[in-house]
């Protein structure tokens, strides 16, 4: 209704002062019974679908700094800026002589407590105390103090041994047993040892394997920190490697439309440079909308296998909510700017009839989205003049 009071007002003004313009009291006169030939279409509803803009920027989906597991003087590094690398391709590498002779070193140990338990090499490490050397020696000296102990009770009975020796005897005896059950808990101690000096040759092999740092995803290298020669503590930073495929766009989304907006949804991105939209689909969505803009935080996942997306790009963002959705699109051409107004003329009872509209976005080609003012089954005006007026007689060119 303002768009036609400001219509109208500007008419009456115009008549009023006699100026020229398509609402002037000599276009009126001239045209009132005039005939003008017009081109028409149907206005018809198609399929438009329903989107909304946001903006945001790209993000990396993974990003790390690669670190020194272990210390040791850097003896190579095969990437640079820019690098990409696959998962499990050598990034960075140390210097290995002292973390091959520790290895050696706990190989040794391993090998030494295998022989206490008389394991010789290839055998597996199951181990029976009782057919061990220790536990068989300390077996025979049982078995002697309990024969040397039977004679002397024997002997004592007959008199011919005093009590003092038979006394003796069973002490003996029970030494024996004491030196027996220490022999097999001594080789329970030893297998015990055995599975301790097995974890440190493991620790051995893991340290001399970090001395290679290799890439743990697919990635490219974004910044190059250690140099060659140069010595790295543990846990020093080496090079930064950033995933590019796929990259995450994070999109602040207005309140007003939030609720539109469902993981899944296709997302059309674009950014300076580019003319050509990117593919991608909602992924995740805030649970809460951000106080200060008043805006819900969406992430969406945009394939990157050509690399041309770059994490921390500025994009503009088109979310298609509903895909089926259905409206009015006509040429620009069809459409006449007058006093700030966009308007139409459509074919009614053989005159003119006119229609203030309030245009959409643009589409493909010339095309433009009518929002309001227009509604299918309408013979519009494809070829408007700013000298047309509404009531003039037309005749439509077939």
């Known amino acids: 209704m303002a768009f036609r009071r400001t219509v109208a007002t500007s008419a009456l ?19 009132a019974d005039a005939p003008v030939s017009v081109k ?48 499990g391709d050598v990034v960075v590498e140390l210097e290995k002589d002292d973390y091959l002779l520790r290895l050696k070193q706990a190989e040794a140990a391993v090998e030494q407590t295998r022989a206490r338990l008389g394991l010789g090499p290839g055998e597996g490490d199951a181990v029976d105390p009782e057919k061990t ?41 029970q030494a024996a047993e004491a030196r027996h059950q220490g022999a097999i808990e001594e080789i329970y101690r030893t297998r015990a040892e055995l599975l301790q000096r097995q974890q440190e040759l493991a620790l051995a092999r893991q340290q001399l394997a970090d001395t290679v740092i290799r890439a743990p995803f697919r990635g490219a290298v974004t910044q190059r920190i250690a140099t060659l020669g140069e010595y790295l503590a543990v846990n020093a930073p080496a090079v930064v490697l ?39 689909r909602v992924v995740r969505l805030s649970p ?18 050509d690399g041309r997306l770059r994490a921390g790009s500025f994009v503009e963002a088109t979310i298609t909510v509903n895909p089926q959705a259905t409206g009015i699109a006509l040429n620009r051409s069809s459409v006449i700017n007058f006093a700030g107004v966009d308007r139409v003329f459509v074919v009614q009872d053989g005159k ?44 439509v060119e077939r």
Request: net charge positive; aromatic share 4%; with cysteine.
């Open 13 to 31: 003004f115009c008549l009023s002062l006699g100026c020229t313009g398509p609402y002037s009291q000599q276009t009126v006169k001239a045209k």
């Open 40 to 87: 028409v279409q149907n206005t018809a509803l198609e399929n438009i679908p329903e989107i909304v803009n946001a903006t945001g920027e790209l993000l990396a989906e993974d990003q790390a700094t690669l670190r020194a597991k272990v210390a040791g003087r850097v003896s190579a590094i095969k990437v640079d800026l820019g690098s990409r690398a696959e998962q």
């Open 133 to 173: 050397a220790l536990v068989r020696q300390a077996a025979a000296s049982l078995k002697e103090a309990r024969l040397m102990q039977a004679n002397a009770a024997q002997l004592f009975k007959q008199g011919v041994v005093s009590n003092v020796d038979f006394q003796r005897a069973g002490v003996n005896l």
């Open 242 to 280: 950033v995933r590019w495929h796929p990259l995450r766009v994070r999109l602040q989304v207005p309140e007003r439309q939030a609720f539109k907006v469902k993981a899944g949804q296709r997302i059309d991105i674009t950014f300076e440079g580019q003319l050509v939209p990117r593919p991608g």
């Open 288 to 305: 809460a909308i951000e106080a200060q803009n008043r805006s819900l935080i969406i992430e969406g996942e945009m394939p990157n296998e």
């Open 352 to 395: 003119l009839a006119e229609r203030i509209v309030r245009m959409g976005r643009r589409l493909d080609g010339d095309r433009i989205e009518i929002a309001s003012g227009l509604e299918a089954g309408l013979m519009l005006v494809t070829n408007p003049s700013d000298r047309f007026v509404p009531g003039q007689p037309v005749t």
